[in-house]
């Protein structure tokens, strides 16, 4: 066994070494989440080839990349899993010397929970989990996340929720009364529950929910994603995205350089690239979701600087959190609940 | 047809065969159920920390709101029941569409045959998630069979087939199909005609044919189609995922789910060990059944 393994990462670094010789980085990102053109122009500017591989969730990256031998440079976590990164040493500082432009970062991304003083990583896209609606179906406030859990007559049957247990257990615990998303409160936890069986028999689907779907008619409204969303009502300007008042998720998706990175100054060169506001802007025109760096904006269309999904609406801010990872006794209950609701 | 094996050159030969058959099979199994007795690691993976939690959790859950009751964890139940349930309907549905399928082409000239079973196998041509997505387009709300029903006047509003159990069916039956028409093709290639004739001859009427014939004879191609659409069909992920449209779970859900957002692997990998029990042990009671006499049945 020993022998095999030893020639195979023998025969890899072999492989590796030959690539490096024309200058390569190799990005682990989200699915359909960079920017070709921004790849281009990196190519473009500074001769190295770009490879990008995918993946659909913060729990597959982390599992990959603990494992070792996976042959990636940049990883993309989100703000949860970013300390779990860093604790488990498994992306390196960034390099000040290549990395010299993080004072373009916005001042509220500036220094950051997960990551004080900006260490480790740098701003790629940040984002909040709302709500979809359908406004031809139902015109009432789309700011209430009971349009969910206690939906109108006119969207029940229409709803489709997103199988993420972390954002849905969250967007519930607020809309409970909960003020922290990992809460222990036995009481609130039940109240949670029952809201959610209750609410289910109105919903149609627990699916990703293509944006054709909600473009099309096929879904009326539901938990989802900003940037979605507003990919989803260009398609259908009838689309609002809803701020739930009583609290909502805020996420960031973060650029790190890992620790095992085969090229890690390819990869210290991409992070500084995409601090530049040109760059940024590309970045959030593919993915339309706001990206963090201070002037990108300037370099978007029109379309993107005013988007009611990305620009949050003064009195909502407030209710946009935050938020650390639940212990692993909290995501058990919620897992029990969540299993409870999908049996 | 009975030969004795075991000659040292024979090992020899099929050394390297069984070696990786042993390892890549035994190795991860190993690991799965080391796993599922030990304790659930910080963001993922495994602690080790021996412990029987796992398959106490799989079972048994603890009352969220009050620890002291401990009551059976239905939900676990009921979505193993799930599964087995619609890989069961899938198996029929499959043995139902995919005898007559197989008889047509077994009947062909045998020139032929070879262009009918080609056709069969082109759907392997493409990824599964493409074919599902298919599958979607055509029944979804503003979909190809509802449009046109609609434009037809057959119906005033699109029916609902996406997101149902009826979605996830056609979408597994669809998928699994080929893996019946082709154990059953291989079985009806080899049967012999003139005793279907000499059944006739006897004035047997076509049902009696049939099942007193042609069953009997073609049984091991029915009983290899149902083990080979069976056993992925439980495991089966992204069809019911795509189709269903998640509103309730499969096994594969349940098991992902634990892997994933939930982070428990332990009780994932006793989820897995507890599927993998359940499949071969109807196995070797569904292959005890099929190989079984018939009087022996009977009686």
Not at chain 1, 184 to 198: F, I, S, W
Not at chain 1, 313 to 341: M, N, Y
Request: hydrophobic share 45%; glycine share 8%; aromatic share 10%.
């Amino acid at each position: 066994m020993k022998t095999t393994l030893a020639l195979l990462s023998g025969a890899l670094m072999a492989t590796a070494g030959a690539a490096q010789a024309q200058e390569v980085l190799n990005i682990y990102n989200w699915g359909n989440y960079t920017s070709p053109e921004l790849i281009e122009k990196f190519t473009e500017e500074t001769g190295i080839e770009v490879t990008i591989t995918d993946y659909d969730s913060n729990d597959t990256a982390l599992a990959r990349i603990r494992q070792g031998g996976h042959g990636f440079d940049i990883v993309v976590p989100s703000n949860t899993y970013v300390q779990t990164f860093v604790e488990e040493g498994l992306i390196q500082p960034l390099d000040p010397e290549i990395v010299t432009d993080r004072g373009n970062i916005s001042p509220q991304w500036q220094d950051v929970a997960f990551d004080p003083g900006r260490e480790y990583t740098v701003p790629w896209a940040w984002g909040t989990t709302g709500l979809i609606v359908n406004s031809s179906v139902y015109d009432g406030d789309p700011n209430d996340a009971g349009l969910i859990f206690d939906p109108p007559e006119e969207l029940a049957g229409g709803i489709n929720v997103i199988p993420e247990m972390v954002d849905v257990m969250s967007i519930a615990v607020y809309y409970a009364g909960g003020e922290d998303r990992c809460t222990t409160d036995t009481e609130l936890l039940r109240k949670v529950r029952d809201m959610l069986m209750e609410a289910k028999p109105d919903w149609l689907a627990l699916d990703y929910g293509t944006i054709d779907a909600y473009a099309q008619g096929d879904l009326e409204a539901g938990i989802y994603w900003n940037g979605a969303t507003m990919r989803a009502r260009l398609e259908n300007p009838d689309l609002v995205y809803g701020y739930p008042r009583t609290g909502y998720p805020v996420w960031m998706d973060n650029v790190a350089v890992l620790s095992d990175a085969q090229n890690p100054e390819n990869a210290m060169q991409f992070v500084n690239f995409i601090l530049q506001p040109e760059n940024a802007a590309l970045i959030s025109e593919f993915a339309r979701y706001a990206n963090g760096v201070e002037g990108s904006a300037e370099f978007m269309d029109e379309e993107m600087r005013n988007a009611p999904e990305i620009v949050v609406p003064e009195d909502l801010v407030s209710a946009g959190r935050f938020s650390e990872p639940c212990s692993q006794d909290v995501t058990d209950i919620h897992t029990q609940i969540w299993t409870e609701l999908l049996q | 047809m009975r030969r004795r094996g075991g000659t040292l050159w024979n090992w020899l030969l099929s050394a390297p065969a069984l070696l990786v058959l042993v390892l890549a099979a035994s190795g991860p199994l190993v690991i799965v159920l080391v796993y599922s007795f030990l304790s659930p690691g910080n963001m993922g993976g495994v602690a080790w920390e021996p412990s029987t939690d796992a398959w106490f959790r799989l079972f048994f859950k603890r009352d969220i709101f009050d620890p002291e009751v401990v009551t059976w964890n239905e939900a676990h139940l009921v979505v193993f029941w799930r599964s087995v349930s619609l890989s069961l309907q899938t198996t029929a549905i499959c043995a139902i569409l995919g005898f007559p399928t197989a008889w047509f082409i077994a009947t062909r000239a045998p020139h032929r045959r070879a262009l009918w079973l080609f056709l069969i196998t082109i759907p392997f041509w493409t990824n599964l998630l493409v074919r599902t997505f298919a599958i979607q387009e055509l029944i979804r709300n503003t979909g190809t069979i509802n449009s046109l029903l609609l434009r037809l006047g057959v119906i005033g509003e699109p029916i609902q087939m996406m997101y149902t159990d009826f979605a996830v069916l056609v979408g597994m039956a669809y998928v699994f199909l080929p893996l019946m028409v082709l154990p059953l093709y291989a079985a009806m290639d080899k049967l012999d005609m003139r005793l279907v004739e000499a059944g006739y001859d006897l004035y047997g009427g076509r049902l009696q044919v049939l099942r007193h014939v042609i069953f009997p004879l073609v049984k091991p191609g029915f009983v290899a189609g149902s083990i080979l659409v069976f056993i992925p069909a439980i495991g089966a992920y992204v069809t019911p995922r795509v189709l269903g449209g998640g509103r309730t779970m499969m096994l594969g859900n349940l098991i992902e789910l634990q892997f994933g957002q939930g982070r428990n692997w332990p009780l994932g990998s006793a989820m897995a060990m507890l599927l993998l029990i359940v499949v071969v042990a109807a196995l070797v009671l569904y292959l005890r059944w099929a190989n079984a006499e018939p009087e022996q049945r009977n009686g």
